[in-house]
């Protein structure tokens, strides 16, 4: 046994730890996959479950259920986020709540087009790979510098969508224009999604070298699983609106 290590923001719970005890890319490797499978196991039973829901007129609990489960899912992310004693129950509630939103958000889009949730996964997996590459190969770095990159990309984003949120409102843009501008905000965010993974992958670094207890390890995979849900919303926002200026221009 040995003292715990002062570390930022990283609550051990004990002064002392075993070596086994400690977080390690392994252990947040394998919980990312955990959350991930279970996310997706979720979407797959509820891509399928959907259309009967609707084709038996409970339209109403589907909507009860969807707000039920945005709720729960954004506890769930903020509590694991929050707490790493309370990580491990709360990532997994936040996999199967988001796993059933992004079902039925994926069950609606390939109704309306096919093959846009099935792109998007792929892509979201592509990016993520990417990014963790130029992560570890010192491509892309966390700092301070990137970090108001992060920020201006999320006000300029904010201060877009409200821009094009008035002007649609007022009635000074037609379809197409109102179309672009949106394309162009969800491009704004979806760079913002992407390069805020490049601090999920630094709190990861962190939470190893730092000496935190395993617990940590669930509260790192649980913002690696938010972080891609996210990515995976975006694209498929993009993809729907590129199909949908496509279709206007036809």
Same mark, same amino acid.
């Given at each position: 046994?040995?003292?715990?290590?002062?570390?930022?923001?990283?609550?051990? $719970?004990?002064?002392?730890?075993?070596?086994?005890?400690?977080?390690?890319?392994?252990?947040?490797?394998?919980?990312?996959?955990?959350?991930?499978?279970?996310?997706? !196991?979720?979407?797959?039973?509820?891509?399928?479950?959907?259309?009967?829901?609707?084709?038996?007129?409970?339209?109403?609990?589907?909507?009860?259920?969807?707000?039920?489960?945005?709720?729960?899912?954004?506890?769930?992310? *903020?509590?694991?986020?929050?707490?790493?004693?309370?990580?491990?129950?709360?990532?997994?509630?936040?996999?199967? !709540?988001?796993?059933?939103?992004?079902?039925?958000?994926?069950?609606?889009?390939?109704?309306?087009?096919?093959?846009?949730?099935?792109?998007?996964?792929?892509?979201?997996?592509?990016?993520?790979?990417?990014?963790?590459?130029?992560?570890?190969?010192?491509?892309?770095?966390?700092?301070?510098?990137?970090?108001?990159?992060?920020?201006?990309?999320?006000?300029?984003?904010?201060?877009?969508?409200?821009?094009?949120?008035?002007?649609?409102?007022?009635?000074? *843009?037609?379809?197409?224009?109102? *179309?672009?501008?949106?394309?162009?905000?969800?491009?704004?965010?979806?760079?913002?999604?992407?390069?805020?993974?490049?601090?999920?992958? !630094?709190?990861?670094? !962190?939470?190893?070298?730092?000496?935190?207890?395993?617990?940590?390890?669930?509260?790192?995979?649980? $913002?690696?699983?938010?972080?891609?849900?996210?990515?995976?919303?975006?694209?498929?926002?993009?993809?729907?609106?590129?199909?949908?200026?496509? $279709?206007?221009?036809?």
């Amino acid at each position: 046994m040995r003292q715990t290590p002062l570390f930022s923001n990283i609550k051990t $719970g004990a002064a002392t730890y075993d070596d086994v005890d400690k977080a390690s890319y392994k252990g947040i490797t394998i919980k990312t996959l955990l959350l991930f499978l279970i996310t997706v !196991a979720v979407a797959i039973t509820t891509i399928f479950a959907v259309p009967r829901i609707i084709g038996s007129n409970n339209v109403g609990v589907l909507i009860g259920a969807l707000i039920g489960s945005a709720i729960v899912a954004l506890v769930s992310a *903020l509590v694991g986020r929050l707490s790493y004693r309370l990580a491990m129950p709360f990532s997994i509630i936040y996999s199967f !709540a988001m796993g059933f939103l992004l079902g039925f958000i994926s069950a609606v889009v390939e109704a309306y087009v096919p093959g846009i949730a099935t792109t998007a996964v792929f892509a979201t997996l592509i990016i993520f790979g990417i990014m963790l590459i130029l992560f570890f190969t010192g491509v892309i770095k966390a700092s301070n510098k990137l970090m108001a990159i992060v920020i201006g990309l999320l006000l300029g984003g904010i201060s877009l969508s409200l821009f094009t949120f008035i002007m649609a409102w007022t009635g000074q *843009l037609t379809v197409t224009q109102y *179309l672009w501008l949106i394309l162009i905000v969800e491009a704004i965010y979806l760079l913002y999604a992407v390069i805020t993974l490049t601090f999920n992958f !630094a709190e990861a670094v !962190a939470v190893v070298n730092g000496g935190a207890t395993r617990n940590a390890e669930w509260s790192v995979a649980l $913002g690696l699983m938010s972080a891609m849900a996210y990515i995976y919303i975006e694209l498929v926002r993009i993809l729907l609106i590129i199909a949908s200026i496509v $279709g206007h221009n036809n």
